[in-house]
């Protein structure tokens, strides 16, 4: 018989970035809005909404979201530093990381958490954006934004090219009353060309 592996197993994969919060929403927020001082409702949409970034990007730019998948990392049971709602996906886990692009300017960064079982499944072609696949497969989806954050990132800051700090949030996809992947998303300033203002600082 073999043993299960412990959750706080450290596994040697390529690290992600998840930005260190200056703010965090609360559940409330995240379902009624932050005052528009803080985040211009423009802004507000591309975070709290529920269509799909690459989706947004493209009708913003005009022009295709180009997805730069840069780690595929088996994680086993890690909670990989995850927020703690990655427990809600099955293990063993494997974590997708992507650059959404326009040319050669970066515009968001993901980070995605699966059941490995299910990553051929949902990702037959791993290169497109998630929304793309699933799409593809016709699969019926709820996006449950958890958390909406603002925060720094070293890394991500010269990946953007931008001083931040950064928005970002995280939020489960739902399929058939079940936890399918949880996503993480931060969004370049840049953007402030197509949004406008992101607005007063928190």
Known sequence: MTAALPTSLTISTPPWHPLTPIWQ?????????????QLAPPWQML??????????????????????VVD??????????APSVLEQI???????????????????????WWESSHV???????SLPIWT????????????????????????EAAFNQKGPFWGRYYLFWHNGV???LIYEVFSPKLSRFLGPIAGDV
């Not at 051929?120 to 791993?126: A, G, I, S, V």
């Open 25 to 37: 929403a609360t559940p409330e927020q995240i379902q009624t809005g932050i005052p528009h001082s």
């Open 47 to 68: 975070l709290l909404g529920d269509g799909s970034p690459t989706r947004i990007l493209q009708v913003l730019t005009g022009k295709p979201t180009v997805v730069d």
């Open 72 to 81: 595929m990392s088996a994680i086993a049971f890690s909670t990989d530093q």
């Open 90 to 112: 099955p293990g063993p886990r494997l974590r997708r990381q992507v650059w959404l692009r326009n040319g050669d300017q970066r515009l968001a960064y993901a980070t995605s």
């Open 120 to 126: 051929d499944e949902y990702l037959q072609n791993r």
């Open 133 to 156: 696949s699933l799409g593809q497969l016709k699969t019926e989806l709820y996006r449950d934004v958890l958390g909406l954050q603002y925060g720094n990132s070293p890394e991500l």
């Open 179 to 181: 936890p399918l992947t």
